[in-house]
Every structure is written in structure tokens, then in C-alpha cells.
């Protein structure tokens, strides 16, 4: 057979499941055609339907496994076929992991060029599910079986809006259900209606539940398209006798499209943020700023990034793409001098409070696009740019803004440590490092997700 046999939508095929892309889907080969099969782990042999044929290679989905992989669990969740989020859930934790370390590698050198970086040993989680310590389920009108329409929260499944109701997600706080429950027993009974996405009509779009797992605190933000819920001051009173019940908000989002916050809080029950701890420092955190969702990890996280800082007491350290300053607060107190970079104006206010709650008087925060600020050589108008000795980045999947590692190269600090949420982006801003004369000296990889394929890592690069 050649080697590019079409292959149509709806034919069956077998196939042995050898890899995964990035997104979990398993890979296979037939004649060098090239399989992406839904709902497969690596070491599967199954039976596959053919969904989306292109020329040298098809979508396809498992009907059945015919030869289970030594790696499959069962699932525990009976929504992690049907929501997307948990991708890895039938594939045993060990399994999980090993994949982890293997896909930074391979990304490293395929994008990157990088054949002999150390790539360390994924540091995984005792306990691998509950972890998680904010969830935002979207909410919406459903047909259940019968036939009805009934108003249920959950996730989308994976890459459609298609709602599959989860109340109680495995990798989520088991309270979340509760919470979840008296929203939507108060949206039938006052007629709320929830959004719908193709008319812009209905209000309620998503529930944002964000716990701080050592305070015990809980926040609770209902996204709404309008500025107020029939009978919020009801809703707010029965979620306010939830023990940790801090803050009840409502956020407004008017705009169509996958943005799931909009501008404007309208706090209803207590302050709009939440206090948790980590390590031996204090955060206060908002609705819109960002704080790792994995707070158990997040400390070996920092472990690691603070290690690969290196820092003595006399440093001026950058820390870009701070949040609300968690990296910066910790690298504080092994410096002499920390300046913070974010773009989300809420979390720079989050992040000078933190500093001033934790009495850290050596933290300076600025709110703007890393590569705007550093970029221009000032954070205040008339203060040039203190040469920084360490620089640490944490952007977001994209990566760093080319402009801004061209500007950190020209600022020559003695080490940058790169901590990252997307091997693809690491390996090429590395590589960019690389060739300006920075040395990778290993990448160490970090579970912050659990039984899903994201993997989160922290690489040292030191001047060569
Ligand atoms: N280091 C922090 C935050 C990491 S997440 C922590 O560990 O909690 C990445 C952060 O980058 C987010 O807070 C996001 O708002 C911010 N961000 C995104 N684009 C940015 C940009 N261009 N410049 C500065 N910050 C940005």
C-alpha cells in the first residue's frame, strides 16, 4: 500500500496508539498515514473511526480498545471521557508523568535544537486530584434526556461549547457542589435565565468558585451579562452561610466571545478578594488576577525557581509577568532589591498590598506589558533601569514578546530563570537566549496539572 492512503470519513481502522500530541490525543500510523485519535492512550491498540480525513493524516475517534495499554487506569470521574479538561485521567499517574519529561525533551530538541539539555525528572504530586483550588464553570440551558430544558453548570467539552454538566469535578474541592447547587436552585426559582452565546440574551455566564486552601477562605464571582441577579441580596445572604464564605461578587461581561471576565466587580458580600498563604507569606487575591491553581505545587514551583535564582542578599532582581507577587515577595528576602512587571492592573494592586502586608519594603511593582516597560528602559519616568542581576519570566502560554528577550539580552543579567507553561514557547525564547549567549543549564519540569497534558517546567539559563 503507498504511503499516503486516503482515508475517508466514517471507514474503521485498527491502529496502535505510539504517542500523544500535546493536547492528549493518541498518535498512530497506518502506512505512514498519520492518525489523531480521540479517547486513546499511548500503548492502546483500538478500533477507530474515522472523523475528519485530510490528505496526510485524519482525526479519528476510539470505538473500543482491543488491546488495553499497560498504562490504563480506569477512569475515576464519569465525566472525563465527555468534559475535556482531564485528557490523561485513564492513564496511571506514573505513566503521566514519565510522558511529561519525555514530551519537554522532545519539544526542546524538534522546536528548540537543544539535543543535549537536561531535562530532570517530572516532580509529581502524592495525592493527584483535588488539587485544584479555583474552577469557573460556565452556565448554561440544556436538554436533558427527557426532552426538557434545565439549567446546569459545568465544562465545556474539549475545543466546542457544548456544555457537559460536572458538579463535582475530581480535580476540584468537593464543596464547589454546594455552592454550585444553591446558585442554580436560586436561578430557577427567580427565573434568571442563563446566557446564550448565539443571541446574547440570558444573564448568567459563568460561576468563578476560588478557595484559599491553607485560609479556608472562599470566593464566589457571578459573571453576568447586566450589572444585577434577581434576588442577589437572598443569593448572597444563603451563600454567606457557607463556613469560609468571604467575598460574593458579580462581575459585568456584556461582550460576546470567549473572554470569560469583563472590567467591572460590583462586590456584594464582604471585600472582592480572598487571602491564602504560601509558604510563610500572606497574598491577597483578586477575581481578575492570577494565582496558581495548583497551591501545593506552586511551593515546589517557587522552590525551584528561587534555587535556580541563586540570589545572595545583594541582587536586583527582575520578576516579569509577576501576578500578584508571589515569585517577587519570596525572591524579596534573598535580595537586595525585587522590580515586578504585570499587564493586569488589579494584580499590581494585589501585589503592593502583598508586599506591604508581609512587610516587605524591598518590592517595587509596575502595571503594564513587560515588553512595553522593560523595552523603554524605565518603570518610572526619569529612573533609568537598574541593571538587574537575575532575570525571572513567567508569561503565559505565548511565551515572551521577542522584543523583550532582545532587551533582556542587552541588560546582560548573570542568570535568567525561565519558568514556563508551554514547552513549545520555552524552547523557542530558549533558543533565542541560546544564540544570544545565555546557556540552558536544565530544565526542571513540575506536575502542577495532574491528569491533564500541561506540563509546567523552570530552566536556568546562566551568561556563557
Ligand atoms: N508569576 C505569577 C504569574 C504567572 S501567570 C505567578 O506565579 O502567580 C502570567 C502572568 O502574566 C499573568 O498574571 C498575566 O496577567 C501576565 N501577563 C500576560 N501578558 C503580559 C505581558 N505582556 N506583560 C506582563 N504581564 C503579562
Redesign the pocket.
Known amino acids: 500500500m503507498s504511503g499516503d492512503r486516503q482515508m475517508k470519513k466514517n471507514d474503521i481502522t485498527e491502529v496502535y496508539i505510539e504517542d500523544f500530541t500535546k493536547t492528549g490525543e493518541g498518535i498512530g500510523h497506518i502506512d505512514g498515514y498519520t492518525l489523531f485519535v480521540k479517547d486513546a492512550l499511548i500503548g492502546d491498540r483500538v478500533r477507530a473511526v474515522i472523523t475528519r480525513p485530510k490528505k496526510h493524516y485524519a482525526y479519528a475517534k476510539a470505538l473500543e480498545i482491543t488491546e488495553p495499554s499497560p498504562d490504563r487506569t480506569g477512569a475515576l470521574c464519569p465525566c472525563a471521557r465527555q468534559c475535556g479538561g482531564c485528557n490523561f485521567q485513564e492513564y496511571s499517574y506514573e505513566a503521566q508523568l514519565r510522558w511529561k519529561r519525555r514530551h519537554v525533551e522532545q519539544t526542546l530538541r524538534k522546536i528548540g535544537g537543544f539535543e543535549n539539555l537536561e531535562v530532570r525528572d517530572v516532580l509529581g504530586m502524592e495525592k493527584p486530584f483535588r488539587y485544584r483550588n479555583k474552577a469557573q464553570y460556565p452556565v448554561a440551558e440544556i436538554r436533558t434526556k427527557s426532552g426538557e430544558t434545565e439549567i446546569a453548570a459545568g465544562f465545556y467539552a474539549g475545543h466546542t461549547h457544548y456544555l457537559v454538566p460536572v458538579r463535582d469535578c475530581l480535580l476540584t474541592d468537593r464543596g464547589d457542589e454546594e455552592i454550585l447547587d444553591i446558585i442554580l436552585e436560586h436561578m430557577r426559582r427567580f427565573h434568571v435565565k442563563p446566557y446564550d452565546e448565539t443571541d446574547g440574551s440570558g444573564l448568567v455566564r459563568h460561576i468563578l468558585i476560588r478557595r484559599g486552601k491553607r485560609s479556608g477562605q472562599i470566593l464566589v464571582c457571578i459573571i453576568i451579562n447586566g450589572r444585577n441577579v434577581p434576588g442577589m441580596a437572598s443569593l448572597a445572604e444563603k451563600l454567606g452561610q457557607i463556613e469560609g464564605m468571604t467575598s460574593v461578587s458579580l462581575n459585568v461581561n456584556r461582550k460576546p466571545g470567549n473572554v470569560i471576565m469583563g472590567d467591572e466587580i460590583i462586590p456584594v458580600l464582604g471585600d472582592p478578594w480572598i487571602s491564602d498563604q504560601l509558604g510563610d507569606l500572606t497574598f491577597r487575591i483578586s477575581p481578575k488576577?492570577?494565582?496558581?491553581v495548583n497551591p501545593e505545587q506552586?511551593e515546589v514551583l517557587?522552590g525551584e525557581a528561587c534555587r535556580a535564582a541563586g540570589l545572595t542578599g545583594r541582587e536586583t532582581v527582575f520578576?516579569?509577568?509577576?501576578?500578584?507577587g508571589?515569585?517577587s515577595l519570596r525572591l524579596a528576602r534573598e535580595a537586595a532589591e525585587v522590580y515586578g512587571?504585570?499587564?493586569?492592573p488589579q494584580?499590581i494592586q494585589d501585589a503592593k498590598q502583598n508586599a506591604r502586608l508581609n512587610g516587605i519594603g524591598n518590592a517595587h511593582f509596575y502595571a503594564?506589558?513587560?515588553?512595553e516597560l522593560v523595552v523603554r528602559g524605565y518603570f518610572e519616568e526619569g529612573v533609568p533601569l537598574k541593571k538587574p542581576d537575575v532575570v525571572v519570566v513567567?508569561?503565559?502560554r505565548k511565551g515572551c514578546?521577542g522584543k523583550l528577550l532582545d532587551t533582556i539580552l542587552k541588560l546582560e543579567p548573570r542568570r535568567i530563570v525561565y519558568?514556563s507553561c508551554d514547552p513549545a514557547t520555552l524552547a523557542r525564547d530558549l533558543r533565542i537566549l541560546s544564540d544570544g549567549g545565555y546557556r540552558p543549564e536544565y530544565v526542571q519540569p513540575v506536575d502542577m496539572f495532574p491528569q491533564t497534558s500541561h506540563v509546567e517546567t523552570v530552566c536556568l539559563l546562566t551568561h556563557s
Not at 488576577?289 to 496558581?292: A, L, N, P, R, V
Not at 520578576?319 to 500578584?324: E, K, W
Not at 503594564?368 to 515588553?371: H, K, N, P, R
Open positions: 488576577s492570577f494565582y496558581q506552586t517557587y520578576d516579569l509577568y509577576c501576578g500578584i508571589t515569585i512587571v504585570e499587564i493586569v494584580a503594564g506589558a513587560a515588553e513567567d508569561p503565559p514578546d519558568v
